[in-house]
Nanobody
Framework: QVQLVESGGGLVQAGESLRLSCAAS????????MGWYRQAPGKQREFVAR???????NYATSVKGRFTISGDHAKSTVYMQMNSLKPEDTAIYYC?????????WGQGTQVTVAS
């Protein structure tokens, strides 16, 4: 069983930055990728960014160029630097760990961007 501890959410003004962190512990072997999804009120959860075990990254079009995902393998931690935040980035952000045949979610951290 893997445990995920997320941090870094908060309330910011449009144009400001936040950095999210997600630390994994427990069953961290065989992790294929770690990443972030988000869910805004009344909307479905959507993909934001992920980093694959080899180091390559993927981003949603809406955040490309503004968000940067990185990982610290030694700490089993993934970070997401979010710059130039917009009100439409407001959501609960969930850390995700991907194995071959399952996906595990964190408890979520709220990000609110005021206009």
């Amino acid at each position: 069983q893997v445990q995920l501890v997320e941090s870094g959410g908060g309330l910011v003004q449009a144009g400001e930055s936040l950095r999210l962190s997600c630390a994994a512990s427990g069953s961290i072997f065989s992790i294929n990728a770690m990443g972030w999804y988000r869910q805004a009120p009344g909307k479905q959860r959507e993909f934001v960014a992920r980093i694959i075990s080899g180091g390559s990254t993927n981003y949603a079009t809406s955040v490309k160029g503004r968000f940067t995902i990185s990982g610290d393998h030694a700490k089993s931690t993934v970070y997401m630097q979010m710059n130039s935040l917009k009100p439409e980035d407001t959501a609960i952000y969930y850390c995700s760990v991907e194995y071959t045949n399952r996906q595990v979610w964190g408890q979520g951290t709220q990000v609110t961007v005021a206009s």
